[in-house]
């Protein structure tokens, strides 16, 4: 009897340490994206859409977007929605930050001021969508925020190139924006071992 | 006899008022924008420019700077330059050349501007001697080649030529051509910036620019000369007055020019030493040669009133939707000093010697700037030696002095950072003027409101109506009358 009960708790142990080893198992989506008519691959955001009935808590870290040599560095940076974001000023100018809109609405339009090199300025976004970046005093600069849903996103290298690291079983949907290009949309099955996911983004 | 002199002084009146309208449409400021600093740093013009050429505070610390960014330049440039030299040869230097560096890629720019302007209905009289169209759907005015840039550590260059004024195909003049040496006076131990040289022929230090004005007309007082009642001596005349002065403020000058701007750049002083003798420009008979040197001097201090200490000392202003020009109220005075001669070699009076009249041009100005606001002024005196010749007796005595007074006011406003709103009143008070028939009583005065639209940071359509003095001319009753001959004008300006 007491051999019998071992041997059940035994089952339900390694039942329970599979089951949790099952949930924790996840993989990386990785893949190449290829553009029809636009100059480059580079800096196209790939995320994972919304998942039904699944929130996320923004991360207490904060993401940095510079001001060097009249750029915004990075140029697209994408974020989970709530997350604050550092504006630094490494120049020996002053600049100053403010989007129109987010996402063609004029309401959620603003203007962080001016501040000098070393300093910064943060602003936590909650409002999903893309916040394209402007210095009203150099108009050439113009970067991106993209507020997506969940923590699962990368950014295109200058070959098209991304990864998406640690994305859990199951099945998504896969979504790019780029500066110049449509969205476009892809299922994906990510399986313990990863997938791969390669998009064409057009004109 | 009488009658054709008054008739001869009439024409000569109304020939020089329409040679001075002329000049107001044709003499619109030479392109001082400078589109190659754009390429150098891959920045649009708005980076130094609010309403081009006009400079921002940016703006005009990048020129004090010898057209390099104020602070670590190196990291802003995106054209390579070209090293005459590793900066390692300084130290070897006087056994090697000094290095110095070009520009990547040669610096020019090109700036057109031409017009459409409707003109007030000429009295027959006016138009048998100088007939104006009441409107001109398009006056080419100018085609302006502009190359400027920085040699290395503390040289820099400008050179503009018109080489296109007025009509296709006529030849316009070099504007400003100079090299200057910024900061020569750390040899001296002298604070940053306080002394600077500039050598070639250049647009003096005046305290709004005739050459780089926005407007589509100069400052009246600016181009303002002076001359003796009666005009200058003719051969018909056996007493005359003697002073027949062409000298003009607002145009390009040939010498040498000792200046700074110590305290942040909020004090800037200048000293030049010129020939006087105005350039040539595209203008006819406006270069007089003589002996003697001119020196013209001016002071000005900028207070700037932010409250923020912090901003007040940064190069613009931090204002809460970005870098803006500081809150500040600038005061200047000038003096300019010259000597006119006359008579070379006896060649108008033979019985005399070199004619030697002295004169000169002192006045102040003021500038404020708040937000989208710009209000400034300028006050000016002119005074020029006169003599009496007797060609009879062969005497010669002084005369009362010929004098002028004037300025103007003026005033910008951005509407939008792409939409500016003008109005500017000039006036003249110059008693030669109405003794010469050329203005209705002793004051020139005009209002002159207008527009700026930048279509874009490059491009621009600009506007100014110009409501004008009263002109004499001889009516059908044979006496004097008036007329006002306004002027509108709209055109097109761009550079690349």
Known sequence: MKLANLAVKAVLLSGAVLTIAAVGRAGDIKGKVSVQGLKSPVNIAVYVDAIPGKKFDAPTEHVVVDQKKMEFIPHVVVILQGTTVDFTNSDPVGHNVYWPSISGNKKLT????????????????????????????????????????????????????????NVPAGKYTLKTWSEDGKPTTQSVDVTESGATADLTVKK | MGDERFRTKVAFALFSGMMFIGMLLVSVPSGKAIPAFSRKYQTSCTTCHNNYPELNDFGLAFKKNGFKFPKDDEMFVKEAVVMLGSK??????????????????????FRYEGNLTWNAKQPEPVQTVGFVPRTDLFVPNTFTIISAGSFGDNLSFWIDDDISAGASGANGGLGDGWLKYSDIGRMFHLPKNSLNVRFGQFELDL??????????????????????????????ETVCQTTNNPFVLGTPQRGIEFGGYPNNGNFTWSVAIVDGTNSAYGLSN?????????????????????????????????????????????LGAFYYHGDNEQNYGG????????????????????????????LFGVGLVGHDDNHLVDTVAQTIVPAHAVTFTGGFVAGNYWIYPWLIGTMRYDFVNSPS????????????????????????????????YQYHWGVPYTGATGLTQFYRPHMFATGIDYVF
């Open chain 2, 207 to 236: 305290p709004f620019t005739q050459a780089r004005t926005p407007y589509l007309s100069g400052y009246d007082i600016f181009g303002q000369g002076a001359l003796a009642q009666g005009g200058p001596c003719s051969a018909t």
């Open chain 2, 347 to 374: 060649s108008q009076f033979a019985f005399l010697n070199t004619i030697s009249e002295p004169f000169y041009r002192v006045g102040g100005d003021i500038r404020f700037k708040y937000r989208k606001l710009e």
């Open chain 2, 88 to 109: 390692a040869t300084k130290e070897a230097f006087p056994e090697a050349v000094y290095p110095g560096e070009i520009p990547g890629t040669i610096p020019i720019s």
């Open chain 2, 286 to 330: 406006t270069l007089t040669t003589r002996n003697t040197k001119d020196v013209y001097v001016r002071v000005s201090q900028q207070f700037n009133l932010e409250r923020d200490p912090e901003s007040r000392h940064a190069i613009q202003a931090a204002g809460p939707t970005g870098p803006r020009d500081h809150t500040s109220i600038r």
């Open chain 1, 110 to 165: 603003h203007n962080l001021g001016t501040w000098p090199k070393g300093d910064k300025k943060s602003f936590q976004f909650n409002d999903m969508g893309v916040a394209p970046l402007l210095c009203n005093v150099h108009p050439e600069m113009s970067g991106y925020v993209v507020v997506v849903a969940t923590p699962y996103f990368a950014v295109t290298d200058k070959d098209g190139n991304y990864e998406i690291k």
């Open chain 2, 433 to 464: 003027d109405f003794i010469n028939s050329v203005s209705e009583d002793q004051t020139r005065n005009r209002f002159s409101p207008g527009y700026q639209i930048l279509l874009r940071a490059n491009i621009k359509i600009v506007g100014e």
